[in-house]
């Protein structure tokens, strides 16, 4: 009778037991999926609070290893396929001309390119169909500038290039500036990825012990 009954016990603890290591198992894997995603947001959200746009935040992305089971080794990974740009703007870079000459910085009147591609001179160029004209400033940023140009009428306002007749008669011209030259720029920090990644670091446990299933708890 004692044998029959010291054996029922064994048998219910390891079966207990396999039970509440699977729970943790899950409770691990939801806690580590949750902070992963977590942390993810949050950083996609810094982005676009500072106005880089959705495109950028988006290159945000969140994995959870392994892949496909609940492990009590769960790992969660975020990462972002633009990671020059981040860390430019997570540790404010200091940008200079690859040839060594000028950056030039579009104005409202450049515009942008072709699906909203950012606007250089040599692209502006292109699809005006009109070459820039150098100005230099004493004591100021240089400025790339088109000439020959008249000012819209109607709400939107803005600028657009002179029909030969208004050429010709030299009525309503004006010349706007369309890039700043400058020699360098300094990128202010923008982002605070370390401070995020520890936020959701510091609540891991706590969304561990929320996802423990709730049929283990009452066990």
Known sequence: MSVRLLAALQGD???MMAQELNSARVAVTTGVRE?????????????EGSG??????????????????????????????????????????????????????????AGTGPRGKRMTPGL???MRGQRLRFVYRSGKPSLLVADNFRAKTGKRGGFAAASASAQKSGRGLTTVPIFLLVPQAQLKK??????????????????????????????
């Open 13 to 15: 603890l390891s079966k």
């Open 35 to 47: 902070a992963t995603q977590g942390l993810k947001s949050e950083l996609r959200s810094q982005i």
């Open 190 to 219: 923008k982002f605070d990825i370390a401070g995020a990644a520890q936020r959701w670091q510091d609540r891991l446990m706590v969304l561990v012990t929320q996802s423990w299933p709730e049929e283990s708890a009452d066990t």
């Open 124 to 126: 502006w160029e292109r």
């Open 52 to 109: 880089l746009g959705s495109r950028l935040a988006n290159t945000w992305r969140g994995v959870v290893y392994p892949k496909g089971r609940p492990s009590l080794g769960s790992a969660g990974l975020v990462y972002s396929r633009a990671p020059v740009v981040i860390a430019a703007h997570d540790q404010g870079a200091l940008i200079r001309s690859k040839n060594g000459f000028w950056l030039a910085i579009p104005l409202p009147a």
